[in-house]
């Protein structure tokens, strides 16, 4: 049901215009800046004078969809408009159900803008001639770029322009509401506003993240847009690539397994004294590393830390996987730079088995997660995936998934940096 936007005005009228117009637009180059926090102020709840008409619908012109929270919402059977708060997940996902065209929004970590990596790098290295944006529903969908920006759901939303854009239904990919204040606030002040709000939850929302989940969230939007065959061909063709890594590393002996790093090559973790940060194992990439490509995580700790040069060098792993972390790192930049020249005896770097993943922000898995793991498995295990060449096999991914041209194809690698990252040749 659709609120007149003169009337909705008057509802977030003591809204702060100016939230999220002050907020620093967040490098897409970057997964470590911090957004400036939106001054906010609450939702005042309708008086009789400022209550919204509202126009009747006929009740069939609804349905309800049950969201990952096990919330029951009263949606629209045909939502024209659309607003994503996802840091691109939504967005990709209509794209590959075709119906990109409803998105009148979005909220990510950081506004969609071009960016140069070479400032992030600790080599003097000017070859990435691609000034983009790493987000690529830019790609995907062009008009994405117009669109406008709306924050970030733990830094803050911008309230007032978001009821002007008057969206049928809100999508919301969340992290922890359970315990993050923020998501908590955004939630009850989009719900206050009356638009019907469907959460989806990251695989990093639960204690031990699973593919699963990033299946139901396809599912939840499948049944939104009825969409649920196009929902049920993705997953199966996602779960088809996992089942194909699992199948070529299965039965590997518990010796025979690479010790895997992931390392941040993170400049400010640098400034900090340390050599970079490195991820534990209750991350989503070190879940899915022993999961699925069946290696190990070196660091057997938790969470994501800091290390130093000597504890590097104490790990001594056999792999090191280059995530992105304040930029993007291709495995040159550990070869080369004088930063890194106290950790070259670890036997990754000495035996040059560093590779570097597709570029990201946000620190989050979206649909290309499979096709990461494909990259990432190849550098783990090269001779059992020697046949697989991962320009073609990009190619067909990129396809497969978004139904898109050779010339988007080339497009989409740029924005990935995936040349640059000496991922393919």
Not at 69 to 77: D, F, S, Y
């Amino acid at each position: 049901m659709r609120m007149k936007k003169s009337k909705m005005t008057l509802l977030v009228g003591a809204l702060v215009v100016a939230s999220i117009i002050g907020i620093v637009s967040m490098s897409g180059c970057i997964d470590e800046k911090t957004v400036e926090t939106p001054k906010q102020v609450p939702v005042p709840t309708p008086t009789e004078t400022s209550k919204p008409e509202v126009t009747p619908v006929k009740e069939e012109a609804y349905k309800t969809v049950t969201d990952m929270r096990g919330k029951a919402v009263r949606i629209p059977k045909d939502p024209k408009r659309v607003v994503a708060i996802s840091e691109g997940m939504v967005d990709q996902i209509m794209v590959a159900f075709g119906i990109e065209d409803k998105i009148v929004g979005y909220g990510s970590c950081g506004k969609i803008r071009d960016c140069d990596t070479s400032g992030y790098l600790a080599i003097n290295d000017t070859s990435d001639t691609y000034n983009g944006s790493w987000y690529i529903g830019s790609i995907l969908y062009p008009k994405m770029r117009e669109l406008p920006y709306l924050g970030t759901p733990t830094k803050g939303i911008n309230y007032e322009q978001l009821a002007e854009l008057n969206p049928d239904i809100i999508i919301m990919r969340a992290r922890d509401y359970d315990k993050n204040e923020g998501e908590k606030k955004t939630i009850a002040t989009i719900e206050k506003l009356g638009f019907p709000l469907i959460i989806i939850n990251r695989p990093n929302h639960y204690d031990k993240p699973d593919v699963s989940t990033i299946y139901k969230e396809i599912e939840v939007l499948g049944e939104i847009f009825d969409k649920q065959e196009k929902a049920e061909e993705l997953i199966d063709f996602l779960d088809g690539k996992l089942t194909f890594i699992k199948e070529r590393t299965k039965n590997i002996p518990e010796s025979e397994k690479p010790g895997v790093l992931y390392f941040g090559l993170s400049r400010s973790a640098r400034k900090k004294g340390g050599a970079g940060n490195v991820r534990g194992i209750d991350s989503i990439q070190s879940i899915f590393l022993e999961d699925i490509i069946n290696a190990k995580n070196a660091y057997r700790g938790k969470g994501r830390v800091i290390m130093s040069a000597e504890q590097i060098l104490a790990l001594n792993p056999d792999v090191i996987v280059l995530p992105t972390s304040s930029g993007f790192h291709p495995p040159r930049e550990l070869y080369e730079a004088e930063a890194f020249e106290n950790i070259r005896e670890v036997k990754a770097i000495k035996e040059k088995r560093a590779c570097s993943l597709p570029a990201v922000g946000c620190r989050s898995e979206r649909l290309d997660f499979a096709m990461t793991l494909m990259i990432e498995a190849k550098c783990v295990y090269p001779e059992r995936f020697k046949d697989i060449d991962l320009n073609e096999f990009v190619d067909n991914y990129y396809k497969d998934v978004f139904d898109v041209s050779d010339d988007k194809v080339e497009k989409l690698k740029l924005t990935q940096r995936l040349r640059w990252l000496e991922i393919i040749e």
